[in-house]
């Protein structure tokens, strides 16, 4: 994913968890997160903030969400 899709990953899940997403962190996330589309990201984040109550969002969960949703569609 590019730097920017990153940054506006982190801006969504930020207005669910107000998190304060920073320019170190989308470094970090983008490293966390390499080869990862950004559509099954935003679909695996969605899928964790529907079902997750105590959970703040990490990569792995999106790395986690994104096998699943790749194996759906196998």
């Not at 801006?11 to 559509?39: C, K, N, V």
Request: aromatic share 6%; glycine share 4%; hydrophobic share 40%.
């Amino acid at each position: 994913m590019t730097f920017e899709q990153i940054t506006r990953l982190l801006a969504m899940a930020s207005a669910r968890d107000s998190r304060i997403p920073s320019q170190a962190m989308a470094l970090a996330w983008q490293q966390d997160l390499a080869g990862l589309e950004f559509d099954e990201c935003v679909e695996a984040m969605n899928r964790h903030f529907k079902s997750a109550t105590d959970e703040y969002l990490k990569p792995g969960h999106i790395q986690a969400g994104v096998r699943i949703i790749r194996d759906e569609k196998r």
